[in-house]
Structures are given as C-alpha cells and as structure tokens.
T-cell receptor, first 114, second 112 residues
Framework: GAVVSQHPSWVICKSGTSVKIECRSL??????MFWYRQFPKQSLMLMAT?????????EQGVEKDKFLINHASLTLSTLTVTSAHPEDSSFYIC??????????FGDGTRLSIL | KQEVTQIPAALSVPEGENLVLNCSFT??????LQWFRQDPGKGLTSLLL?????REQTSGRLNASLDKSSGRSTLYIAASQPGDSATYLC???????????FGAGTTVTVRA
C-alpha cells in the first residue's frame, strides 16, 4: 500500500518550454503533497508544500511563478516548470502523506533542459 | 534552522563487512528520524523510522539507533552485500510540522 507514482520519469526539452510533472497517490488520499529538488550528490531540498484545494506554500528562495503547483484533487498534484532553462535541470521528487502517516515518495523525475 | 549532516559522504567496503553510517542534526527537538535508501536515478525507499521517544529500531540486517540529546543517529547494516550498494539518506521531522530536513547522504559501494 501507500504507492506514489510520478510521471514522467525522465524528460528532455528545449530551453524556454514549460514542463509538467505529475504526482499521484495510487491507493490513498493525500491531504498534503511535497515537492523536492535534488542536485547531484546533494540532499533533497523542499520546494513547496501542496494542500488539496488551496494554494501551495513555497519555501524561501523558490520562485512561485517559475514553479507552478496545482493540487486539484486528493490524489494528484502537478509541478509545472515554466520557461525552463538549463539551470532548472535537476531531479524532482514528490511525496505524499495522509493523516499522521510518514511521507511516501515517488520515483522522481529527471529533467534535462537543453 | 535544522541542519543534518552525514559523514562519510562515500564508503566502499568488501562484501560481508558491517556498515556504520552516521547522521547528526543540530536541533534535538525532533518528532522522528528516518533512514532512506536511494538507488541511482530513483526515489526514496523508507528503511527505518525512529520516533523521538525510541532509542533504536531494527529490521532484518538493519539497525538504527537514536541519541536525541546529542543529535546523532547511526545506521548499522550487518554482513553487507553488493545489493546494499546505494545512497543512504537520513531525515528528521520536527514536531507539529511535516517538513523533513535531509542530509546529503552516504553513498555505499559493497565490493563482491
């Protein structure tokens, strides 16, 4: 149980395009979802916290107009990287929780901007 | 602000040797601490979760200890196998908040 699916697992796109990443909780309703960014050999950095039906809360230094987060249902949150540039290339991971349970993580999305 | 440090950053051992991975955190006011495994290009798999009131947790060959007052946790992996090769991350959760603070991880290579 408690499976989180992330799609796509890998995406390559041209600079200036927008990319959408989906995070789904497959067998539970996620009251809260989290989006992390991970650079090579570095720790996961929390980007934003997403609650169903409300605006996401962004961590300091994260541009909310650059990284659009939508949490339209209890099983789906999306992260859209707008006008992506090479410096946005990274590994993005989502996680989801239900109630007081620990976070369950997706398999991540490797984003490469050319 | 909570800071989590993992030393060493990388570790290479021959098969069968026991592994000792260290995690330290600056703020002892934590709700729990988790150890995760991350394979290359993959997400996180939770290994062990220790509540702040606990001293250790065990699962198979894995044992994690927690000394909250000194801000330290240690993950022991007994009789290592090549399949244990991965990056191991520790993360702490504060009270009254779900936000996790992660260490940068220890990358383990077990040589056959």
């Amino acid at each position: 149980g408690a499976v989180v699916s992330q799609h796509p697992s890998w995406v390559i796109c041209k600079s200036g395009t927008s990319v959408k990443i989906e995070c789904r909780s497959l067998d539970f309703q996620a009251t809260t979802m989290f989006w992390y960014r991970q650079f090579p050999k570095q720790s996961l950095m929390l980007m934003a916290t997403s609650n169903e039906g409300s605006k996401a809360t962004y961590e300091q230094g994260v541009e909310k107009d650059k990284f659009l987060i939508n949490h339209a249902s209890l099983t789906l949150s999306t992260l859209t990287v707008t006008s992506a540039h090479p410096e946005d290339s990274s590994f993005y991971i989502c996680s989801a929780i239900s109630g007081n349970q620990p976070q369950h993580f997706g398999d991540g999305t490797r984003l490469s901007i050319l | 602000k909570q800071e989590v440090t993992q030393i060493p950053a990388a570790l290479s051992v021959p098969e069968g040797e026991n592994l000792v991975l260290n995690c330290s955190f600056t703020d002892s006011a934590i709700y729990n601490l988790q150890w995760f495994r991350q394979d290359p290009g993959k997400g996180l798999t939770s290994l062990l979760l220790i509540q702040s009131s606990q001293r250790e947790q065990t699962s198979g060959r894995l044992n994690a200890s927690l000394d909250k007052s000194s801000g330290r946790s240690t993950l022991y992996i007994a009789a290592s196998q090549p399949g244990d090769s991965a990056t191991y991350l520790c993360a702490v959760e504060p009270p009254n908040d779900y936000k996790l603070s992660f260490g940068a991880g220890t990358t383990v290579t077990v040589r056959a």
